[in-house]
């Protein structure tokens, strides 16, 4: 049983004979079907892991807070999730492509370390954002493509004896006119086939669309990591790893297959095109893709000097789940800017979503209700996930009237198990008190106080704008004014 399960017990779960209808959009068909898993009651859902050469920027955190989503979701309507994100420790080169250093050894050079030190290290701070962003990582299976060298090379010989890849000088290469249908992910359709669709470095290929499977390592490199195969000492292919963990871990087809939508047109044409060709079988029946994170319009990159980590934000002084708020804000599917104005925003909403919370905890002593705005908010979170509406009715059903406590302390009770912000333990602000607040800032409170007990409420607002401005936050509580720490 999920912690989810185990932690509201399963009253509020939905049975798996009765599963509700669920609605997501499959990148293969680019429109939205009902979900019909393979196996009634359970899902396999395999996400594409980072390259753990370096720490994930917060672009590379939205495909961990979508699939999470997606799982919470899928786990609140009555299914058993099995999920994996792969661990890429190993043949992911610097040109994305065929050429190039590995990433890895590139890690490693750059900070003296070995490889499995670098690998270590930053599959460490991975999970260590992912939990700070409420990602449950205890029920996801991380396997290292280190870890399954066996499976890969297993895999990439039964593509070649069924013909399937050809060898050249430097490694074994999958044949992408022997697989009928390549390219049907991303709207590539037979494009990519014509000659010089993409660009070719390597003049021994059939076809630039091909790719290595196992690449030798040449007589003049020096790699940290490699194997013997039957194809010479080197290392697998960045592709094949998650057909071979995919096909180990969660069998031959899975439900889901999810990740950033960079990695449609080729990554996952070819995870298709190598895991089909092997077992003559449909490899995944729903593909699903993250839109983009960008920074104030552009893309995320170290040359444009605009990478932000998630400690960036904690050094700003706002809450991290502020940065899961901000993200489903938006469609999963939807392009994301991102500007510190944009999670200013994020980061208010969300501490008056906790200060809502922590009054309805209190009148409704925790107890929920059945209601009508909570079915709403189940039937649009199971329609393709659609956040910024469930937003939208969790705002509107906890400001309205119309609910009593305990039925706005049930909606509260899904919003939790869907969206993860916290909502029914919400961090208590940090609030400061005597020798932490300094003289002038005590003074201000102090005349802040007067003003509203004269009624004085142009004034008290006046000194309130002045305190925020020295980088504090007053709220009225119902013993006085709080003093927080205001984000920078
Ligand atoms: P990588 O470590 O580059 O392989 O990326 C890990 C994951 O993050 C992949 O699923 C990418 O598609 C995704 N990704 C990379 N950059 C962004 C971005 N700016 N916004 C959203 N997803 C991204
Ligand atoms: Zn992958």
Not at 100 to 111: F, P, Q, V
Not at 294 to 305: D, P, R
Request: with cysteine; proline share 5%; hydrophobic share 35%.
């Amino acid at each position: 049983m999920s912690w989810l399960a185990r932690f509201f017990g399963k009253k509020t779960m939905e049975s798996a004979r009765h599963a509700p209808r669920v609605f997501l959009t499959n990148s293969l068909s680019g429109s939205k079907e009902l979900f019909i898993p393979l196996r009634p009651g359970t899902v396999s859902l395999y996400t594409c892991g980072p390259t753990v050469y370096s720490r994930q920027h917060i672009g590379n955190l939205r495909p961990g807070v979508f699939s999470d989503t997606l799982a919470r979701t899928l786990t609140c309507a009555g299914y058993r999730v099995r999920r994996v994100i792969n661990i890429t420790d190993v043949g992911h080169l610097v040109g994305d492509g065929d050429t190039g250093e590995d990433k890895i050894d590139t890690g490693a050079r750059r900070e003296g370390l070995s490889a499995s030190a670098i690998a270590e290290r930053y599959t460490k701070s991975f999970l260590d954002d992912l939990a700070e962003l409420n990602v449950d990582t205890k029920d996801i299976f991380f396997p290292r493509a280190t870890e399954y060298i066996r499976e890969q090379i297993s895999l990439a010989r039964t593509l070649e004896e069924k013909g399937f890849a050809y060898r050249i000088r430097d490694g074994l290469y999958f044949d992408t006119s022997r697989f009928p249908g390549y390219g049907a992910l991303g709207g590539l359709g037979t494009a990519v086939l014509k000659a010089g669709a993409r660009v070719e470095t390597n003049p021994e290929k059939h076809h630039p669309a091909d790719f290595v499977l196992w690449k030798k390592t040449s007589p003049d490199v020096h790699r940290l990591q490699e194997w013997d195969s039957p194809w010479g000492r080197g290392a697998p292919g960045w592709n094949i790893e998650c057909s071979a963990m995919a096909r180990a871990l969660l069998g031959i087809e899975i439900d889901i297959h999810t990740g950033g939508e960079d990695l449609a047109q080729t990554h996952h044409n070819n995870e298709i095109a190598q895991s089909e060709a092997a077992s003559g079988r449909p490899f995944v029946r729903y593909w699903m893709h993250n839109a983009f994170l960008n920074m104030e319009g552009e893309k995320i990159s170290k040359s444009l000097g605009n990478v932000l980590y998630l400690s960036d934000i904690a050094l700003k002084g706002y809450h991290l789940l502020s940065l899961r708020y901000f993200f489903l804000q938006a469609h999963y599917r939807t392009p994301l800017s991102f500007s510190w104005d944009a999670l200013a925003g994020a980061s208010g909403a969300l501490e008056r979503l906790w200060k809502l919370a922590r009054e309805i905890a209190r009148e409704s002593g925790r107890r929920n209700a059945h209601s009508e705005t909570r079915e709403r908010f189940l039937a649009t979170m199971r329609d393709d996930l659609a956040t910024p509406q469930a937003l939208g009715i969790l705002w509107d059903s906890l400001k309205s009237e119309e609910y009593a406590p305990e039925e706005k302390w049930g909606l509260l009770e899904d919003a939790e198990m869907h969206l993860g912000l916290s909502l029914l333990s919400p961090p208590s602000p940090d609030i400061l008190t005597g020798a932490d607040i300094p003289k002038d800032i005590k003074n201000k409170l102090a005349a802040r106080e007067a003003a509203r007990n004269s009624r004085d409420f142009e004034e008290a607002d006046r000194i309130r704008n002045a305190i925020e401005h020295g980088g504090y936050r007053v709220d009225d509580g119902p013993d006085g004014p709080v003093l927080t720490r205001a984000p920078l």
